[in-house]
Every structure is written in C-alpha cells, then in structure tokens.
Antibody, heavy 116, light 111 residues
Framework: VQLVQSGAEVRKPGASVTVSCKASGYTFTGNLVHWFRQAPGQGLEWMGRMNPNSGVTTYAQKFQGRVTMTRDTSISTAYMSLTKLRSDDTAVYYC??????????WGQGTLVTVSS | NFMLTQPHSVSESPGKTVTISCTGSSGSIASNYVQWFRQRPGSAPTTVIYEDKRRPSGVPDRFSGSIDSSSNSASLTISGLKTEDEADYYCQSYDSGSHVVFGGGTKLTVL
C-alpha cells in the first residue's frame, strides 16, 4: 500500500496549485483520502477528506471556498487544489488513507512554496 | 472549537519512561478515539497508537496509550526510551462534526 505525491511547486501569491496523490496496492475507491499540511516548523493541520467512490468531500472550515478535492478513479489518483495562495500557505502538503486505522499510509509530502 | 493541548516539549534519559499528555478543551475526550503519531525530521507522520490504546503491527510494546476521563486527557507513554524515539509526537481526535483535530505536537528529546 503506497501513496505517491507529485513534486514540489512554487507559486506566486494569488495563484493556484494542484497536488496529486497516486494510490497503489489497494482498492482506491474503498477508503477515504484525507489531506493535511504542515507549515515550516509548525504542527499538522487537517484540510479535509474525500470519498473516492462517491466524490463526496468534507472541508475544514478554514479552507472552505479555497480548497477542492477531486479524484480520477481510472488512475487511482486523488487531487487537492488550493486557490488564492498566500505566503502563509507555504507548507508541506500530505495525503493519507483512512484504512484499518487513521491514517495509514501517508504520502511522502509535497512542498508548496508561495513567494513573489 | 474543540482543541487538543500538548506540552511543547519533554525530555528524558535513555532507558527511562516518559508520558506525553493530550488534553481536550471541551466535551469528553472519551467520546471519540484518540490516535498518536510520531514524526521524525523530514518525514511523514506514522501511527504509533490508534483507537486510544491499540498499536499497529511493528510498533513495539514500549509504546502505550490511555484515556483519563477525570482529566479529559489522553496519554502516550514510552518506556525503555531509546535515542531513536526522539521525534515530534502528535495526538489526534475528532470534533463534534467528525472533523480531524490535532494537538500542537510535543518534541521528545532523549538525552
């Protein structure tokens, strides 16, 4: 069971970013996928979750209106898009599966840097 | 908003036992399961305790979790400390809307 995320991204303030999370080793539609982020030197923050089977999402209130979680079941890949980026969105973004226990496994993380 | 509070840092010597607390801000911490994650520098978190006290396979029984309803807190206890246990530890649970909530993290130093 493995989640492999896309590579590091650099964006200017006001832009958008999409991070992908490709699942392997299990049935992608059988488990929720959660997204988290961790700003430099800070703690973990939950962004939301998606049911890959139905596409139904739940977002943390802090990100409502700026985050969209989607999936492509044909390639077992989940996506997290964040718009209107600010400098304080600079962080490592993680996906993780909700399996037999939360959360396992995690992706390797994707660094998103927002800088002018 | 439901919050989980952890000590910023703890330190202990190799071979000793350390306990990291995680206190809920409201309601009963026993209402939802608590998980504990270990995060080493530059790596993604991994689960060391789930559903309050269960250990994933591969996690040694030096790691244990508990709930104390009287103090509305969860605890992670690591016995027989090893230098490899040095890491950041996060507790995690859920709020009334089933949204995921993390504690602020505790830096464990084994010196």
């Amino acid at each position: 069971v493995q989640l492999v995320q896309s590579g590091a991204e650099v964006r200017k303030p006001g832009a958008s970013v999409t991070v992908s999370c490709k699942a392997s080793g299990y049935t992608f539609t059988g488990n929720l996928v959660h997204w988290f982020r961790q700003a430099p030197g800070q703690g973990l923050e939950w962004m939301g979750r998606m049911n890959p089977n139905s596409g139904v999402t739940t977002y943390a209130q802090k990100f409502q209106g700026r985050v969209t979680m989607t999936r492509d079941t044909s390639i077992s890949t989940a996506y997290m898009s964040l718009t209107k980026l600010r400098s304080d969105d600079t962080a490592v973004y993680y996906c993780a599966r909700a399996g037999a226990f939360p959360f396992d496994p995690w992706g390797q993380g994707t660094l998103v840097t927002v800088s002018s | 908003n439901f919050m989980l509070t952890q000590p910023h840092s703890v330190s202990e010597s190799p071979g000793k036992t350390v306990t990291i607390s995680c206190t809920g801000s409201s309601g009963s911490i026993a209402s939802n399961y608590v998980q504990w994650f270990r995060q080493r520098p530059g790596s993604a978190p991994t689960t060391v305790i789930y559903e309050d006290k269960r250990r994933p396979s591969g996690v040694p029984d030096r790691f244990s979790g508990s709930i104390d309803s009287s103090s509305n807190s969860a605890s992670l206890t690591i016995s027989g400390l090893k230098t490899e246990d040095e890491a950041d530890y996060y507790c995690q649970s859920y709020d009334s809307g089933s949204h995921v909530v993390f504690g602020g993290g505790t830096k464990l130093t084994v010196l």
